[in-house]
């Protein structure tokens, strides 16, 4: 992996764990 500074990656943490609700 890249690292959690790729968008993709992003992506799927947000996915994972949403912090904040995605609008």
């Given at each position: 992996?890249?690292g959690?500074?790729?968008?993709?990656?992003?992506?799927?943490?947000?996915?994972?764990?949403?912090?904040h609700?995605?609008?």
């Open positions: 992996w890249a959690e500074s790729d968008p993709r990656i992003v992506f799927r943490n947000v996915l994972q764990r949403p912090r609700k995605a609008t």
